[in-house]
């Protein structure tokens, strides 16, 4: 097949693609990739980017590793895919195994799914199948937070932020969920007690409707990048008991070290009754998640009136995917991710932080490897996403946050090359 050029590319994704988030719009910006290579990627054109997005928190080792190029390409000279219905393999057992070891403690049953958004789901029908088979019917709701994402499915998006995951449009199909204030105590300032109101009288209010409490641990993503404080998260996990209501943690974006622990929960010593995992799992290589849960929670499903956890994709722990996502997770434990994350706090801080004294800056916060401006007004892709790319860097804004996550293995110089990017931004 001929190669094509940038060119033709440009022409037939305007004409047939759609892209995350896209409107038909011809002028958004949009850039052909080549190829990928430690922390930079190629255009066609031979521009060469330094990656600040770790594709959507993903690609946390770099692209092209060599290592997990093996992975795949070993486990691609077996099989590539085989059902998972009657039938199992070695790299999901291992996969499985694994998260159940590095996992807060009590989460020992794995349900593999195709992407983060379908973890969710699977995490939804867990805790309602789990209150279902304990007679408990009328517990079917599931209480989230403001600002969160969970995902653009339809059970995950209901339980995304009211406004920015545009409920109103969706309003016929979307199961009505109960929403509580965001957390307002922020990771670095004194705890108060008071931040626990709001969800502390929902809890008190609708524990009888109510399967679970959904919760992005420490870090909200992509409804607004704030860090919370641990205690919220800590005093969470006891209100659950209290009112007998499960805890879903969403570790789908900061699993796998991001924050400076293996597990944000880690941040508040928590294990939840269901956990999703997805985007670093494989390195970034291939679409995975998965959603863990206690012995109690899988227990009480299976003797449940169903006997059986409803829910079965026909790529369900495909061998390729858990072969990668063992090899990335065993490279990211046999190295310094610690010393490197907490290299690239110090870094962002240096960097990022001064950039409070500019006028058209809001805030500026950093959490191991996450650095985030707030700007005073929406960044306005068309112009800010070519500026960045002119000067070789690779982000991604969203309304008004400039931020970066990068792969761990950036180099300090590269680190610079993101930041005095972003700081241009903040001053021109
Ligand atoms: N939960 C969180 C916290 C996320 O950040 C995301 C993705 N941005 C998802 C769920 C959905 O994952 P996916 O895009 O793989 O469906």
Same mark, same amino acid.
């Given at each position: 097949m001929k190669v094509l050029s940038s060119a033709e590319i440009l022409t037939l994704d305007r004409t047939h693609l759609w892209h995350p988030y896209?409107?038909?719009?011809?002028?958004?910006p949009l850039y052909p990739v080549a190829s990928a290579e430690g922390c930079e990627i190629v255009l066609t054109d031979g521009r060469l980017l330094v990656d600040g997005m770790a594709s959507w928190w993903s690609a946390i080792h770099g692209y092209n590793r060599p290592e997990l190029n093996q992975a795949v390409t070993q486990q691609l000279a077996k099989m590539a895919h085989v059902m998972f219905g009657g039938l199992t393999h070695e790299p999901a057992v291992r996969l499985a195994e694994t998260l159940v070891n590095i996992a807060?403690?009590?989460?020992h049953r794995v349900f593999f799914a195709d992407s983060g958004s379908v973890s969710v789901e699977v995490a939804i029908k867990m805790a309602l199948q789990y209150q279902l088979s304990r007679g408990?019917?009328?517990?079917t709701r599931i209480l989230s937070v403001r600002k969160a994402y969970h995902g653009d499915t339809l059970g995950a998006m209901s339980l995304c932020d009211p406004e920015t995951g545009m409920h109103h449009l969706f309003q016929s199909l979307l199961p009505q969920q109960i929403f509580v204030a965001?957390? !307002? $105590?922020?990771?670095h300032q004194p705890w108060e007690e008071s931040c626990l109101e709001d969800l502390k009288s929902a809890l008190r209010e609708h524990q009888h409707e109510l399967a679970a409490l959904m919760l992005e641990p420490i870090v909200q993503g992509a409804g607004g990048m704030r860090f919370y404080h641990p205690e919220y998260l800590r005093a969470a996990r006891e209100l659950c008991n209290e009112f007998d209501v499960l805890l879903i943690i969403d570790e789908?974006?900061?699993?796998?070290?991001?924050?400076?622990?293996?597990? !944000? $929960?880690e941040h508040a010593g928590i294990s939840p009754d269901i956990l999703c995992l997805g985007k670093a799992l494989t390195g970034g290589y291939m679409t995975l998640a998965a959603t863990l849960c206690t012995e109690k929670v899988a227990r009480g499903i299976c003797d449940?009136?169903?006997?059986?956890?409803?829910h079965g994709p026909t790529?369900?722990?495909?061998p390729l995917a858990c072969s990668v996502a063992l090899a990335s997770t065993q490279l990211l434990l046999h190295s310094p991710w610690q010393e490197r994350i907490a290299a690239i706090e110090q870094q962002l801080c240096t960097e990022l932080?001064?950039?409070?004294?500019?006028?058209?800056?809001a805030d500026v916060r950093v959490l191991g490897g996450i650095g985030v401006v707030e700007l005073r007004q929406p960044v306005d892709m068309k112009v800010v996403v070519p500026k960045l790319v002119d000067q070789g860097v690779w982000l991604r804004p969203f309304g008004r946050l400039l931020y970066t996550m990068p792969?761990?293995?950036?180099?300090s110089d590269q680190l610079r090359q993101i930041t005095a990017a972003m700081a241009r931004i903040c001053t021109a």
């Open positions: 896209s409107s038909l719009d011809p002028e958004a807060p403690p009590g989460l408990k019917r009328s517990k965001a957390p !307002a $105590c922020t990771f789908i974006a900061t699993g796998f070290g991001r924050t400076g622990r293996l597990f !944000a $929960c449940g009136e169903a006997g059986v956890f409803m790529f369900m722990a495909n932080l001064p950039l409070r004294d500019s006028p058209v800056v792969p761990y293995v950036i180099g």
